[in-house]
């Protein structure tokens, strides 16, 4: 069975400092993984995917995840994280052979000032 | 470019009462999928549609939920009767498959917040 785990329910950064948003997954061979964003009263938007292409993929507002296959890992990261950040962010598998996308339960990012 | 639309956006309704949700997906997209999010449970896949044609229901609660894709540019989620159990928002997505069996990136509606008293 395909599953996510997002390892941090909530994280609390300062404006300025790293971003890392943790995700595992388990999956068949060569999932398609993504992470998206969900500001308040919004739908979810797409950040960024993989697609068994580049292990580093790039996203959007200077986003992006490395997937490793070894860590069965998807992990989100931005350099410096800006007020405009805070949302809940979610990562999801679409496993091979199928339609479904499995989200995982959702990680929360505060940015303090 | 119009994206996913869902109407109502906002329903409140009493216990018994039949509530239809209504989503028209992204012009050329083939599936379609809603999704229920709440605080205890997340995102929860209820149904997804390819082609018009419901592929796996099996995320859909009872037998009170029901989903319809009569054409490609229209679907509704049914809930009757409703219960205060199934106050969340409800989110229509649609997508095209980047291969085949395989979803691509999903498009959102803005979702529809139902709280049923």
């Known amino acids: 069975a395909q599953s996510v785990t997002q390892l941090d329910s909530h994280v609390s950064v300062s404006e300025g400092t790293p971003v890392l948003l943790r995700c595992n997954y388990s999956?068949?061979?060569?999932?398609?993984l993504f992470w998206y964003v969900q500001h308040p009263n919004k739908g979810l938007q797409l950040l960024l995917k993989?697609?068994?292409?580049?292990?580093l993929v790039k996203g959007i507002n200077g986003f992006e995840a490395e997937f490793k296959k070894s860590e069965t890992s998807f992990h989100l990261t931005k350099p410096s994280a800006h007020m405009s950040d805070a949302a809940e962010y979610f990562c999801?598998?679409?496993?091979?052979?199928?339609?479904?996308?499995?989200f995982g339960a959702g990680t929360r990012l505060f940015v303090k000032a | 470019d119009a994206g996913v639309i869902q109407s109502p956006r906002h329903e409140v309704t009493e216990m018994g009462q039949e509530v239809t949700l209504r989503c028209k997906p992204i012009?050329?997209?083939?599936?379609l999928f809603w999704y229920r999010q709440t605080m205890m449970r997340g995102l929860e896949l209820l149904i997804y549609?390819?082609?018009?044609?419901?592929?796996?229901d099996s995320g859909m609660p009872e037998d009170r939920f029901s989903a319809k894709m009569p054409n490609a540019s229209f679907s509704t989620l049914k809930i009757q009767p409703s219960e205060p159990r199934d106050s969340a928002v409800y989110f229509c997505?649609?997508?095209?498959?980047?291969?085949?069996?395989?979803?691509?990136?999903?498009?959102f509606g803005e979702g529809s917040r139902l709280t049923v008293l």
């Open positions: 997505a649609s997508s095209l498959p980047v291969a085949p069996w395989r979803s691509g990136e999903l498009f």
């Open positions: 999956s068949s061979y060569s999932p398609s």
């Open positions: 993989y697609t068994s292409a580049a292990t």
């Open positions: 999801a598998v679409s496993p091979t052979g199928g339609f479904k996308t499995i």
């Open positions: 012009s050329g997209h083939n599936s």
């Open positions: 549609f390819n082609n018009n044609v419901p592929i796996d």
